[in-house]
């Protein structure tokens, strides 16, 4: 299947039409081969400066050759950008979900006003002080349920700060409920009642299930979406 499709692919790139149409061109091949396909396709549309209209279901992919993407959701266009914006600047907790790996962290949450504050309260789980300069964001996504004002809050991995010290006042613990590794880095999971919390280290750790760290949240690179998408655990 991967050799047919490579030459399939070849006999398309040597016609010279002013657009090509990719429908998932390289999704049967091994990983490896994926990397120089992308390569060789990303070198030939810049060195020939042809335009391609290229269909994934790969966000990498989709990361590593376009210059502009369209997320498309049923149908209906959810979001057009370069790759940093579509990635730093999602316009929805859809599209939020679909790039990332680790994948973002969506969390649902009271907002609570005290004294002139802005709390995000998740149940009895853990509550954070949300900075001035952010209520403009979640106030236009905020819904109401059961007499709450509620809010959904989306924060990418490695913008979760962990550590076995307090990191500041607005720090919160939560136990440990999963740790994975990679050569220089983990990732490291928190059970919440309704989805999970995720944190992707700069070094391994060497944190057991259920040992309690402090959590904080780079809060220059919190999102806050309305809720479209289901995030329970299931």
């Given at each position: 299947g991967g050799q047919r499709q490579r030459v399939s692919l070849a006999r398309?790139?040597?016609?010279?039409?002013?657009?090509?149409?990719?429908?998932?061109?390289?999704?049967?091949?091994?990983a490896k081969l994926k990397v120089s396909a992308r390569t060789t396709l990303k070198r030939l549309s810049d060195k020939l400066g042809i335009t391609i209209i290229y269909v994934t279901h790969d966000y990498k992919e989709a990361l590593a050759l376009s210059d502009r993407i369209?997320?498309?959701?049923?149908g209906m266009i959810e979001q057009i950008g370069t790759p940093e914006e579509v990635y730093l600047y999602p316009s929805s907790d859809f599209v939020a979900r679909?790039?990332?790996?680790?994948?973002?962290?969506?969390?649902?949450?009271?907002?609570?006003?005290?004294?002139?504050?802005?709390?995000?309260k998740v149940e009895d789980e853990f509550s954070i002080q949300i900075a001035e300069a952010l209520v403009g964001l979640w106030e236009s996504v905020a819904w109401e349920e059961d007499?709450?004002?509620m809010i959904r809050v989306g924060i990418r991995p490695m913008?979760?700060?962990?550590?076995k010290e307090k990191l500041s006042g607005n720090s919160f613990q939560l136990p440990v409920y999963a740790?994975?590794?990679?050569?220089?880095?983990?990732?490291?999971?928190?059970?919440l009642k309704d989805t999970f919390l995720i944190a992707r280290?700069?070094?391994?750790?060497?944190?057991?299930?259920?040992?309690?760290?402090?959590?904080?949240?780079d809060q220059e690179h919190l999102h806050f979406f309305k809720k479209t998408v289901d995030v329970s655990k299931r």
């Open positions: 398309a790139m040597v016609r010279r039409p002013k657009i090509y149409l990719l429908d998932e061109p390289i999704a049967h091949l091994d369209l997320i498309l959701r049923e679909l790039i990332g790996d680790p994948p973002i962290s969506l969390i649902d949450g009271e907002v609570i006003k005290k004294d002139g504050e802005v709390f995000f007499g709450r004002r913008y979760v700060q962990v550590s740790v994975e590794h990679k050569a220089d880095s983990s990732t490291v999971s928190f059970e280290t700069k070094q391994r750790v060497n944190w057991h299930m259920s040992e309690e760290v402090w959590i904080d949240f």
